[in-house]
């Protein structure tokens, strides 16, 4: 099997080069085609027609392919379907915010999770991405939309924490001076609470922002919509995130999608605001996004009024996130389930 050439780290790659006989400087010239978003190995020109041959020979280049292009109406947000190099497929979103444009990936081709309210663990996992194929969501996306990705979330279709190794590596990639040199402080990741890699994630440092999917402040609720809680219970999960915060400093926010009739009673909010107290937390209630497989459905305006107020007299810092996209499916899994219809 070939090396998939766009998953190595700098340093890997020199010693590939060191291992076909090539200067070490070849490596660096390499790595910057690489994150220029070329398609082929005959688009790096600067390289002699020999080792163009002796690189197309031992490695692969990814490069996937849009199925889909959706722009928003109202936000010009930009909903891309991937197809990738083995005919799976995944999503990203591109956004735009007043601090810079921010690009939503996907970790893995489906997801295992099961979450009962999200499109993307809809038939399961498929497989784990490698690290050249969540960084080409972000480079393709800046290419085709020709914004400049100052951002990115890991929130898209999968776990991050499930493709730890991978995700790890990734961000090494994209975090690189002679890469996309984009900074860790600029990345967000998103995890439904896999303890083990919390901890693990906290060892590693990242100077990242964790989001955490709770979507419940009690296990009798968050076992109804998130399988994950009988693996994780909340208090166990909560202890993981009071570790994190006290190894990286790093402000965990609380990701919260509001579910009418489940989890968003005055009840919810009070026991949410005393689970998180002194955690100097920050919960982001999320307007539950309409999934036409699932009988869920979102909160009330009155609810989601209620629930803040009950959350902001027991000073717990909350915001509610804005919807981008709504007339393009640009929440997780609506496009690629789309396209598996389709498909059947």
Not at 57 to 65: I, K, M, S, V
């Amino acid at each position: 099997m070939k090396t998939d050439i766009k998953s190595l780290l700098p340093q890997e790659l020199s010693a590939a080069m060191q291992e076909l006989g090539e200067p070490a400087y070849r490596a660096g010239q390499i790595f910057r085609w690489l994150s220029s978003g070329v398609r082929s190995f005959d688009e790096m020109t600067n390289l002699s027609k020999q080792l163009r041959a002796k690189l197309a020979e031992n490695f692969d280049l990814t490069a996937p392919e849009i199925l889909r292009r959706q722009v928003s109406a109202q936000d010009g947000t930009i909903k891309y379907l991937w197809k990738l190099n083995d005919g799976n497929s995944v999503e990203s979103v591109v956004m735009k915010y007043a601090h810079g444009n921010t690009v939503c990936i996907s970790s893995e081709v489906g997801c295992a999770m099961g979450c009962a309210f999200c499109a993307s663990t809809i038939g399961g996992l498929v497989r784990k991405l490698r690290p050249s194929e969540m960084l080409d969501q972000v480079l393709f996306s800046q290419l085709d939309s020709g914004m400049r990705i100052s951002n990115i979330v890991l929130m898209g279709i999968g776990e991050p924490l499930d493709n730890y190794d991978n995700v790890l590596k990734f961000l090494k990639l994209v975090n690189s001076p002679d890469g996309m040199n984009i900074g860790m402080r600029h990345i967000s990741l998103s995890t439904c609470g896999l303890v083990d890699k919390v901890d693990k994630l906290a060892a590693d440092n990242l100077q990242l922002t964790l989001s955490v999917s709770l979507h419940a402040p009690d296990d009798e609720t968050r076992m109804k919509i998130m399988p994950v809680n009988k693996a994780y219970g909340v208090d166990e999960l909560l202890a993981a995130c009071r570790r994190y915060f006290a190894r990286t400093g790093r402000r965990i926010s609380f990701e919260y999608a509001m579910i009418d009739g489940v989890n968003d009673t005055p009840r919810h909010a009070a026991l949410l605001a005393e689970k998180l107290r002194g955690t100097g937390s920050h919960v982001n209630l999320i307007p539950l996004n309409y999934v036409s497989e699932s009988p869920l459905r979102p909160s009330t305006p009155e609810h989601m009024k209620e629930f803040i107020e009950i959350l902001k007299s027991r000073n717990v810092n909350v915001t509610v996130r804005r919807r981008l996209g709504p007339d393009i499916e640009a929440s997780c899994g609506q496009l690629r389930r789309a396209q598996m219809k389709h498909s059947q």
